[in-house]
């Protein structure tokens, strides 16, 4: 059954680098449409630590208190706030990988608080941005279909998004092997060709965008049955936002073709 806070969930990864050193300066993670307001944020955490912190607590429990901190940071108002939630969703996560070292979701949980605490960080953010892809990485191989996808359509953003080489991990080709996968593996959610459509179009390549856009419009329609509810109200919202850009950045004319050779 699909969730609300999948949809949303490191949607944003943007790694921005800093002019001529291509250093990593901080991650950007998108506002997750589960949470709501922050007070809604503020519920889900307390009810998730209280749950891991009692006796006899799963690795379920643990990582969805993982997930519940990085829910919560994203209304951080200081990097300090920030960095606290992070790191009490990394720690959730690690206990519950040193229980079960093969717990997907305790992988992508680790992965994303991990990108929390890149976006505290300036030069040291480089090397958590190569865990992370390690966690994501290894989520993918034991259950790439989790979270509507999750671990695919996170590791494709980051590989999109971060510096290439050889200041980060970046790559257009892994890239695009693992957001066209996640479209494979939850072809139903419209959030994972969405990101697809906003990344060829941000590469400039729009017939094959524009190609995907009835596709996306069909989903999107489908999607209006089972995804309902206050829960999904943020969700629909960021959609609507992104594909009225999609389509207007899609429907202006096409770029002429560079002309190959000398004119005569």
């Known amino acids: 059954m699909a969730t609300p806070n999948s949809s949303l969930r490191f949607r944003g990864i943007a790694l921005k680098r800093k002019a001529c050193a291509a250093i990593l300066c901080c991650l950007l993670v998108s506002i997750v449409g589960f949470c709501g307001p922050m007070e809604d944020a503020e519920t889900q ?17 643990g990582w969805k208190f ?12 200081t990097k300090t706030e920030r960095s606290g939630l ?5 720690s959730a996560a690690q206990e519950v990988l040193r229980r079960e070292s093969n717990n997907a979701p305790g992988h992508f949980y680790l992965a994303l608080n991990l990108g929390q605490l890149a976006r505290t960080r300036a030069l040291s953010a480089l090397g958590l941005v190569s865990d992370m892809e390690k966690h994501f990485l290894r989520a993918i191989a034991l259950q790439p279909g989790f ?3 999750g671990p695919e359509r996170s590791l494709g953003m980051l590989y999109r998004d971060a510096p290439g080489w050889p200041a980060s991990i970046g790559s257009r080709t892994k890239a695009r092997k693992h957001l066209e996968r996640a479209v494979e593996l939850d072809a139903a959610f419209p959030e994972n060709i969405l990101t697809l459509i906003e990344t060829e179009a941000g590469w400039e390549e729009f017939k094959k965008a524009q190609a ?16 309902r509810g206050p829960a999904w109200a943020a969700t629909w919202q960021d959609w609507k936002q992104r594909v009225e850009i999609a389509r207007k950045r899609l429907a202006q004319p096409l770029p002429e073709a560079k002309p190959v050779g000398k004119a005569h």
């Open 45 to 61: 955490l307390k009810t998730a630590r209280k749950a891991w912190e009692r006796a006899g607590a799963s690795t379920t429990d």
């Open 66 to 77: 993982a997930r519940a901190c990085f829910d919560r940071a994203e209304f951080a108002s």
């Open 86 to 90: 992070a790191e009490m969703g990394i």
């Open 147 to 149: 979270d509507h996808a």
């Open 212 to 227: 995907r856009m009835p596709t996306l419009e069909a989903r999107l329609k489908a999607a209006e049955a089972e995804l």
